[in-house]
């Protein structure tokens, strides 16, 4: 695949050609939509995500409660794809549930001028499987935030607020990060779920490889896909990196 | 964590509008596909689920993405066991090694493995044919970093070795080792691997939309712009399974280690 992302389509001869047709004006806007989404669906799910992961954890070990949302928690963050594609189309498209109770209601118009089926609309639908998987990745972060930190803490005269201020959340700050990261690239791999909810034109890099691998129009372009899949390899490979170096200095303080 | 009593309010509110949001979108899934359309406007029915049945090309997507599944399971555990086994017991020094292959998938996005077969699959097609199963020998891969966990941590809580010599010094051969000494005592790990292995192969969309064979998610996505209902009501059955599938998977780790709750020392 490397070696067809410098390959010329149809005489098979090397050329820098994909690999300048990356840069291009279309090319680059999808790459900045790609990650802008990628971006801020991993904020918006590891904000949410960790706000939720403290409730379950404060929910104390042998909570009911605390189990089921992680069990469930473990199921929506593989509920990607296709079928989370429909729930949202059941729900927010043109006949959807919450659609046309707002419609009847209030009379107000969620449904606007189908923005769920852009970049909005994904942003929305993939903070979905962000939050839940964040829940998974930052819980035993939060477990492992030894509870005789607390105790020397406030043995110093710290207040609840000090005590987060000063020393949980500077503690947590580098899991956070990674775990952001990872929610980055789950965010920045996924397909299935833009595949079927956008079919007018490719806002981000998966939806253009699509493109470029099922194009019938022109032949040839099987290598732009190739090149576009190394430009995901070298983001990807960028966000694990720097998840790696975020986890050696995480693992020093938690445990 | 001590919680006052205005933290418990504040928390089960906050829980309460975190549960709305994760299950607004199921409800609604699961109320769509049974509102009548059409015809059957304003009348409650499961026309739609027997739609699934009824509709020839649905059907035969339905039941190749089962086989499919099934076929993953089985190539997975013929793989993947008596190599993990093999490795715990004669050549430890590979296990780092196994691990990391094992792993790999994980990290690089399913869309770029795609695009990188899609040459080997213009072969698997002229050799094997051109039926779905064939994505088995991909699905195998991409199921490896989840079904790994689940049987290594399976093998880490037996003493492979002891056993293993066991029933070497009473006179078994390495097969016997293998299918009736070891595989009965991490049968939760292996069953486990299946189950995750079952979940994912009834959701892939990506290898198979791309690659062009009709499993169940092609078939529902090429669906839902004309018969929405029906392509619903799929994807809400599947959702149904597969969830029940995992809450098991999640039950069998349980049971491996019974401490999951989160006591730490």
């Not at chain 2, 029906?230 to 491996?256: H, M």
Request: glycine share 8%; with cysteine; charged share 10%.
């Amino acid at each position: 695949m490397i070696i067809g992302a410098f390959q010329d389509g149809d005489t098979g001869a090397f050329t820098m050609g994909n690999i300048e047709a990356l840069t291009s004006s279309a090319a680059i806007d999808t790459l900045r939509k790609s990650i802008l989404l990628s971006a801020t669906t991993a904020l918006l799910g590891g904000v949410l995500g960790a706000v939720l992961a403290y409730l379950i954890v404060s929910l104390g070990p042998r909570s009911i409660v605390r189990r089921t949302t992680l069990s469930i928690a473990g199921v929506l963050a593989q509920f990607g794809g296709v079928t989370l594609a429909f729930a949202w189309i059941s729900l927010l498209g043109f006949s959807g549930l919450l659609t046309e109770v707002l419609r009847s209601g209030p009379g107000i118009d969620i449904y606007g001028a189908g923005w769920l089926y852009g970049l909005k609309g994904l942003i929305v639908v993939y903070t979905y499987f962000q939050v839940p998987l964040m829940v998974i990745v930052f819980t035993p972060a939060l477990e492992g935030l030894r509870p005789q930190l607390k105790e020397a803490a406030v043995n110093l005269g710290a207040t609840n607020l000090q005590y987060w201020r000063m020393v949980g959340i500077p503690l947590l700050t580098p899991a956070f990060l990674g775990s952001v990261l990872l929610l980055f690239a789950n965010a920045f791999a996924a397909y299935a779920t833009a595949a079927v909810l956008v079919s007018q034109g490719n806002p981000i890099v998966p939806l253009l490889i699509r493109s470029a691998l099922t194009s019938e129009v022109l032949l040839g372009q099987q290598n732009l896909g190739f090149a576009l899949a190394l430009e995901m390899i070298v983001v990807v490979a960028i966000v694990m990196a720097l998840y790696a170096l975020l986890l050696r200095r995480t693992s020093k303080w938690l445990r | 964590m001590k919680a006052g009593g205005g933290f418990r309010i504040v928390r089960a509110v906050l829980l309460g509008l975190f549960a709305l949001y994760f299950f607004l979108p199921l409800i609604s899934m699961a109320n769509f596909s049974v509102q009548g359309k059409g015809p059957l406007k304003g009348t409650i029915t499961f026309h739609y689920y027997a739609e699934l049945v009824r509709n020839e090309d649905l059907r035969s997507a339905i039941i190749s993405s089962l086989l499919l599944a099934v076929l993953t399971v089985v190539l997975m555990v013929v793989l993947l066991v008596p190599t993990m086994i093999w490795v715990r017991l004669r050549t430890p020094g590979l296990s780092r090694l196994v691990e990391f292959l094992c792993l790999l998938p994980l990290t690089v996005p399913p869309l770029v493995i795609v695009v990188g077969i899609s040459n080997v699959y213009t072969w698997v097609n002229y050799l094997l044919g051109d039926s779905p199963q064939v994505l088995a020998f991909a699905y195998v891969v991409l199921v490896l970093p989840y079904s790994y966990r689940s049987i290594d941590s399976a093998l880490s809580a037996i003493d492979v070795a002891t056993l293993a010599e066991a029933a070497r010094s009473l006179g078994a051969n390495w097969l016997t080792v293998i299918t009736r000494i070891v595989l009965p005592n991490i049968v939760s790990g292996v069953l486990g691997a299946a189950f995750i292995t079952i979940a994912l192969v009834l959701g892939e969309y990506v290898f198979a939309s791309l690659l062009h064979y009709d499993t169940m998610p092609v078939a529902l996505a090429a669906i839902y712009k004309s018969e929405t209902s029906t392509a619903i009501a799929g994807g809400f059955a599947s959702i149904v399974v597969i969830s029940l599938l995992l809450l098991g998977l999640s039950f069998f780790n349980r049971n491996q280690a019974p401490d999951v709750g989160g006591q730490k020392e």
